[in-house]
Nanobody, 123 residues
Framework: QVRLVESGGRLVQAGGSLRLSCALSGRIVGGYTMGWFRQAPGKEREFVALINWGGGLTSYQDSVKGRSSISRDNAKNTVYLQMNNLEPEDTGVYYC????????????????WGQGTQVTVSS
């Protein structure tokens, strides 16, 4: 059974940095795309970043572009999201997700989801 577990969320001051991790357990045959999404209170879950299997293709939401970096270590079955210069607007629950077939910013393209990790940015 495929399982995704996020970690690294915490309370941080505006301007600070953090690195989120997502560990995959279970067997996946073939390559897959990993994405990060976030959901703020009262808002819909939104795309943050994605990375393809080889790591050569990444995509970011405009609001985090230039402040964030997604990476993956396939040997460790782990994907990371480094976020710098954090803003209060970055507050939310961050979810990692796995897509077997698509490289997409759409939530519906992802078959597997983690439980999320809370990021709170204080002003």
């Amino acid at each position: 059974q495929v399982r995704l577990v996020e970690s690294g969320g915490r309370l941080v001051q505006a301007g600070g940095s953090l690195r989120l991790s997502c560990a995959l357990s279970g067997r996946i045959v073939g390559g897959y795309t990993m994405g990060w999404f976030r959901q703020a209170p009262g808002k819909e879950r939104e795309f943050v970043a994605l990375i393809n299997w080889g790591g050569g293709l990444t995509s970011y939401q405009d609001s985090v572009k230039g402040r964030s970096s997604i990476s993956r270590d396939n040997a460790k079955n782990t994907v990371y999201l480094q976020m710098n210069n954090l803003e209060p607007e970055d507050t939310g629950v961050y979810y990692c997700a796995l897509s077997l077939r698509q490289i997409s910013q759409e939530k519906g393209a992802y078959e597997y989801w983690g439980q999320g990790t809370q990021v709170t940015v204080s002003s």
